[in-house]
């Protein structure tokens, strides 16, 4: 999120360090070789698409944050087959492994996909839409972030009808995914999930210990946002999915490792480098529509296509983008915008596309002491050295890529138009209490944009980001070809509401008041993008030209009714509405775009997705 400096060339290896690497198998079984630098050999099988099977028991289509997740506990049957498909490659490079050089902002973009939105009305121009590409999607290329939300968001789904949607009902289901490597066994989270989440001793950076200093004078302290006893507002000390080795744990990496792909490869299919062109549908002699299979092609335009079908069900879990361009493809949303791209209707679903959400972010810059930013390792080359060496040796230090070791959350309803805080009740700290979902965030981060006017490039670089977390403002997604690999078009809408203005503004008033803080406490911050004053009209200027994607899409394909009147896409079983054999399970699903990072969540929802699926076609485990 915000800067985007491309450090990965100056961080690279000489190229002949990683040994050879082999492109995809050419047949089912046969083994791809990878050389892992500087360490490791591994085996990969994967199977080309013009090898795959006439017909699986289930297809899940996209292998990112959930697809990995159901590959992997619908393939636990042994009777069962089950083929995954994704568009992008199954690197697992030692490049691919490390958090800071895989993050978005510092990669070579190789596992990005990258396209900008339409013109955005509210803020003047268009902003850049980023998703993952490859298998583990967005969880390759994030900050490795991990927060599950506030338990009164849950329940608020399940009061309006969301049934076993509860905090209390979805809580195994965080815990399922996750393995805990904290020193302190806390019962709120998992202990034997696949994927590895780890918080640090200290900071990294030590710009956070005058962030934590400065935020105990005004903030309550959040202890892990995974207990339901902990405030709901407050200063957090991040959790990251960061192995025991100090590598991403993607859910590439934590769900499809090698042994799990060479043990199950007669009955798990993975095909990467491929896409899905559209759904094939048919109708059942009750009406209700049927998935008889999906059309699967190369990402190349002139790649052969092939029809595999699906003896029990499909599985979208594309992303919030990229799953309803499918179901558009198809003929599955609403009928006017089908029939204006000539796609046959198979189903007039109105809310598809829909109610997209994102979270915003507004960043600001500093300057600090140049050894307390990720800036210093940048410009100084015995820096950079010293940390590969922490990494290579420790899986320590920068290279961990925890660039924001602290964040707050916090209600835009408690900051003064000065920026300080309301006395803050106990009231107000109940995490069970809907009034106390956070609507704003503050990501302090270790680097801000270098290229901003009056920074000093010889000190350290540091930022406070606000960010929107409950937006109000809806956008919309429709195609923008009949072409599968075209970007969809993306109406962001940010900032359209009175509503999500005032929220911003009490972001930004909050971020200059912990900078305050920490100026008076001594910590030598200088002012480089900050707005002109804490008055509406310099904050609204300050936001409309510095406004940002978090790259947190959501909502597209609500779990809701039919009747709604935000109309939902699929019901409490994530089934797709009017169809016996179709589900989605990813962030389109959300009601809403949570008040936390997603990951966490979405893989919460492709647990339970793939424990409904087992059940209802009474899978072995």
């Not at 290579?392 to 000065?418: N, P």
């Not at 990072?597 to 485990?621: D, G, R």
């Amino acid at each position: 999120m915000g800067t985007q400096i491309s450090v990965s060339e100056m961080m690279r290896p000489p190229s002949d360090a990683f040994g050879p690497t082999a492109t995809h198998s050419t047949g089912v079984g046969i083994e791809t070789r990878y050389k892992m630098w500087p360490f490791t050999t591994a085996v990969r099988p994967f199977v080309a698409p013009e090898d795959l099977s006439v017909e699986y028991d289930f297809i899940v289509i996209g292998g990112g944050n959930a697809g990995c997740v159901l590959a992997r506990r619908l393939s636990e049957d042994p009777s069962k087959t089950v083929l995954l498909v994704e568009r992008g490659d199954d690197d697992d490079s030692w490049f691919a492994r490390t958090p800071l050089t895989t993050t978005y902002q510092f990669s070579d973009k190789k596992h990005s996909n990258v396209f900008s939105s339409v013109f955005e009305n509210h803020i003047g121009r268009s902003v850049t839409c980023v998703t993952g590409l490859g298998l583990g999607g967005c969880t390759r290329i994030n900050g490795c972030q991990y927060t599950c939300g506030v338990p009164a968001e849950f329940d608020a789904w399940s009061r309006d009808g969301r049934t076993g949607w509860s905090y209390a009902e979805l809580k195994p289901f965080f815990q399922r995914s996750e393995t805990w490597l904290g020193r302190d066994r806390r019962e709120y989270h998992g202990h034997c999930g696949p994927l590895s989440v780890a918080s640090y001793e200290g900071y990294y950076y030590k710009c956070f210990e005058a962030v934590e200093k400065a935020c105990r004078l005004i903030l309550p302290r959040i202890g892990d946002t995974h207990s339901s006893v902990d405030p709901s507002i407050g200063w957090y000390k991040m959790q990251f999915t960061i192995d025991s080795s100090g590598r991403r744990s993607s859910s590439y990496r934590a769900y499809l490792p090698m042994e799990i792909l060479a043990s199950r490869k007669d009955r798990l299919h993975v095909c990467t480098g491929a896409l899905a062109r559209r759904l094939c549908f048919s109708r059942n002699n009750d009406g209700s529509t049927c998935v008889d299979g999906v059309e699967i092609q190369g990402t190349n335009s002139d790649d052969v296509s092939v029809i595999v079908r699906a003896k029990c069900e499909v599985i979208l879990c594309c992303g919030a983008l990229r799953t309803p361009q499918l179901l558009l493809l198809s003929g599955v949303g609403p009928k006017k915008h089908l029939q204006e791209m000539n796609v046959d209707v198979v189903l007039d679903s109105p809310g598809v596309g829909e109610h997209l959400q994102d979270h915003l972010i507004v960043p600001t810059g500093y300057n600090c002491p140049l050894f307390d930013s990720l800036w210093a390792m940048i410009i100084r080359p015995t820096v950079l050295i010293r940390e590969l060496y922490n990494y290579l040796r420790y899986g320590s230090g920068w290279f961990l890529g925890t660039l924001v070791e602290l964040e707050i959350f916090f209600l835009s309803s408690l900051v003064e138009k000065d920026g300080r805080v309301r006395s803050i009740s106990r009231e107000r700290e109940d995490p069970f209490n809907t009034e106390n979902i956070p609507d704003i965030a503050i990501l302090p981060c270790s680097i801000s944009d270098p290229s901003a006017e009056g920074a000093d490039k010889w000190r350290g670089l540091f930022g406070f980001n606000p960010s929107l977390l409950k937006m109000t403002s809806r956008g919309s997604l429709r195609l923008r070809s009949l072409d599968p690999r075209d970007a969809p078009l993306c109406k962001l809408n940010y900032l359209s509401t009175p509503e999500d203005r005032v929220a911003m503004r009490a972001g930004l008033r909050l971020s200059a008041e912990i900078a305050r803080q920490m100026c008076d406490a001594g910590y030598p911050l200088k002012e480089i993008s900050v707005p002109k004053s804490l008055e509406d009209a310099d904050l609204d200027s300050f936001m409309q030209g510095r406004a940002d994607s978090m790259y947190h899409y959501s909502s597209t394909c609500r779990m809701a009714p039919l009747d709604d009147p935000l109309p939902g896409v699929v019901d409490n079983d994530l089934r797709v509405h009017g169809t016996t054999n179709l589900r989605i399970a990813d962030a389109s699903i959300f009601p809403a775009v949570p008040a936390a990072h997603p990951q966490a969540l979405v893989y919460a929802v492709a647990e339970k997705c793939s424990e409904m699926i087992m059940k209802s076609h009474s899978l072995k485990t």
